[in-house]
């Protein structure tokens, strides 16, 4: 029982970052697309 619920809390922190990820990175191309655009 115990064993299950680490791996499911380990897969959740690893979804969780994954999101994290993924926020960053769009964050991070809308910064770049909105400096370029300002460059322009």
């Not at 990820?21 to 370029?36: D, G, H, M, Q």
């Amino acid at each position: 029982m115990f064993h299950t619920l680490t791996h499911r809390l380990r897969r959740y922190d690893y979804t969780l970052a994954a999101i994290k990820a993924s926020l960053v990175l769009s964050l991070l191309f809308v910064a770049f697309v909105t400096l370029s655009g300002l460059l322009w």
